[in-house]
């Protein structure tokens, strides 16, 4: 009987564990901001191209200035001096995703965001679509992981100064 208690307290501890980790992978890890190395305006114009230019992805709503809708608003963000949405989309995926899952419409398109902060940095912050698609499979999880690979391409444009790092010893000969 007690080895019956210990592998129930054992099977509970595991799984109160495995919990406290989802929850804390959705909360960090679910939508992620990368720094870029362009400022805002050249990040924008990096994340326009490389989307406008990969076959079937499209910026069908344009981009959305979020911050001069707060200013007009007078409901400014903290830390914030420019905000703009995209939406970002590939008809022949999401009608895949949402001819299998319909709800999946409620999630379309992606959006992603550039913003510059104060202190002069700008980032991009998107939904982590290659970690939703661990939690998908059949035609949704293919869709999300072939969406994946177009996200790191256009976030390596957008966010890249597209110069080769130098070493120490190139820096101090030039």
């Not at 903290?78 to 949402?98: D, E, G, H, Q, W």
């Not at 700008?122 to 998908?136: D, E, K, P, T």
Request: hydrophobic fraction near 45%; proline fraction near 3%; aromatic fraction near 10%.
């Amino acid at each position: 009987m007690e080895i019956i208690m210990w592998i129930v307290l054992g099977l509970l501890t595991g799984g109160v564990i495995a919990s406290a980790a989802f929850v804390w992978m959705m909360r960090h890890k679910m939508v992620v901001a990368t720094q870029s190395q362009k400022t805002f305006e050249e990040t924008c114009a990096a994340l326009e191209e490389a989307v406008g230019t990969e076959k079937g992805w499209a910026l069908p709503i344009g981009s959305w200035d979020l911050f001069a809708r707060f200013q007009k608003k007078h409901v400014v963000p903290s830390n914030f001096t420019k905000l703009k949405i995209y939406f970002l989309c590939n008809s022949a995926l999401a009608s895949r995703v949402v001819s299998d899952t319909p709800a999946m419409a409620g999630i379309m398109p992606c959006s992603w965001s550039v913003y510059e902060l104060d202190d002069g940095t700008v980032w991009i912050s998107r939904m982590n679509i290659g970690m939703m698609a661990i939690m998908f499979s059949g035609e949704v999880g293919d869709a999300m992981r072939q969406v994946e690979e177009a996200d790191q391409q256009f976030l390596t444009a957008a966010i890249s100064s597209g110069k080769r790092d130098q070493t120490p010893d190139e820096e101090e000969a030039a």
